[in-house]
C-alpha cells in the first residue's frame, strides 16, 4: 500500500515542478557518451537534497515533517534513476572487458606476445548496487514513519539514518570512478528557480549567447585601444568596433552587421538582457544564428588584425 502511495505522490511532485525535483534521464542520456557525467549529476542532487534536509533536521523545535518527508521521497527518486544509471554503466564495463578478452584470444592464436598492460585491461570498474538497494529499501520503510510521525526523537534518528547510508553511498561511488559534475549540468538547478520568477531555459540560453557578445566586444574594445564615448550604450560601442575591425581586418562581411543586422535582434538583446524576457523558439534561433555569425567574424577580425600586426613588426626588424 505504501509503495503506491509514493508512487501516486511522484506524479504530484513532477506536475508541481516542486524545487530541485530530478526527473529520470531521458533514453539519450542514459546510453549516451556521458554516463559518468550522468552519474556524477546524480550525485551531486543527492548531496544538494541531503544538505536541505540536514537543514530541516537541525532545526530544535517545530520541524517540519511534511517538508523532511518530500525531501526524504527526493532522496529515494534520485537513488533509484541512478541505480538504472550504474546498471547500464556496469554493462558497458563488462563488454568493454569481454571485447578485450576476444583481442587477447585473437592475440594468442595468432602467436603474438602478450604483455602485461592486456591484462591490466582486463579489470572491471564496476560499481556495487547493494548499499544503494538497502538504502532505497530503508527509506521506503522509514517514510511513512515520517509522514505521520508522533515519536519526534525516533523519526529524527531515523532520517539521520537514511542520510549517513545516502553521504556514504555517495563517497564510495565519488572515490570509486573519480567522476565529476559539469558545470554545464548544473543548470537544471536554476532552470528550477528561474521558473519561479517566470523565466525558462529558452532565457538561460539566450543570456549566454548575448552575454558572450558583449563581453567579447568589450574584451575587444580594449585590446585595440579604440576610443569610445564612456556613456555610449552597447549599440553604439558594438558599430564602432564594427567599423573599426573594417577598416583594419578588411572583412567585407563586417559591413553586413553594421548596416543589416536586423532591428529585432536588438529588441530581443534589451527585453532579455534587460527586462527578463524568455524569447520564443523562433526568436531564440534568431538570437542564436546571429551572435554566432557575430562572433565568428570579430575573432576572425581579431585573429587578422594579430597576424597583420606580428608580419609588420617582423619587417621593420629585418628593416
Excluded at 554516463?35 to 551531486?44: Q, S
Excluded at 570512478?177 to 528550477?192: A, E, F, H, M, R
Aim: charged letters at 30%.
Amino acid at each position: 500500500m505504501h509503495e503506491i502511495k509514493y508512487e501516486t505522490k511522484s506524479v504530484e511532485l513532477e506536475e508541481s515542478n516542486m524545487e530541485n525535483y530530478i526527473e529520470v534521464a531521458t533514453e539519450s542520456w542514459i546510453y549516451g557518451p556521458g554516463m559518468l557525467e550522468m552519474i556524477a549529476y546524480r550525485l551531486e542532487s543527492l548531496r544538494e537534497v541531503l544538505e536541505q534536509l540536514k537543514k530541516e533536521l537541525y532545526r530544535t523545535k517545530n520541524l517540519n515533517w511534511v517538508r523532511i518527508e518530500r525531501l526524504l521521497f527526493k532522496v529515494k527518486s534520485v537513488l533509484e534513476a541512478l541505480t538504472e544509471n550504474i546498471k547500464v554503466y556496469n554493462d558497458l564495463q563488462r563488454s568493454f572487458v569481454f571485447n578485450k578478452l576476444m583481442e587477447i584470444i585473437q592475440k594468442a592464436q595468432k602467436g603474438e606476445q602478450l604483455s602485461i598492460f592486456d591484462l591490466i585491461n582486463l579489470q572491471t570498474y564496476e560499481v556495487p548496487l547493494d548499499s544503494i538497494k538497502n538504502a532505497v529499501e530503508y527509506i521506503t520503510i522509514v517514510l511513512p514513519f515520517v509522514g505521520e510521525c508522533k515519536a519526534e526523537v525516533i523519526c529524527r534518528e531515523k532520517v539521520y539514518e537514511a542520510v549517513s547510508r545516502v553521504e556514504a553511498i555517495i563517497e564510495n561511488i565519488s572515490g570509486r570512478l573519480g567522476v565529476y559534475i559539469s558545470p554545464l549540468v548544473q543548470l537544471v538547478g536554476l532552470k528550477s528557480l528561474i521558473a519561479k520568477l517566470g523565466l525558462n531555459e529558452n532565457w538561460i540560453v539566450a543570456i549566454a549567447y548575448l552575454q558572450s557578445l558583449e563581453i567579447t566586444v568589450n574584451k575587444l574594445v580594449k585590446e585595440l585601444e579604440i576610443q569610445v564615448n564612456e556613456e555610449a550604450g552597447f549599440k553604439d560601442k558594438f558599430r564602432t568596433l564594427i567599423r573599426h575591425l573594417k577598416e583594419k581586418a578588411k572583412i567585407e562581411e563586417l559591413t553586413l552587421f553594421e548596416k543589416k543586422l536586423p532591428e529585432i535582434f536588438w529588441d530581443l538583446r534589451h527585453k532579455v538582457v534587460h527586462a527578463g524576457y524568455s524569447p520564443r523558439k523562433d526568436e531564440l534561433n534568431t538570437i542564436i544564428q546571429w551572435t554566432t555569425k557575430i562572433l565568428e567574424k570579430l575573432i576572425e577580425a581579431k585573429a587578422k588584425i594579430a597576424r597583420t600586426n606580428t608580419l609588420t613588426i617582423a619587417t621593420k626588424k629585418q628593416n
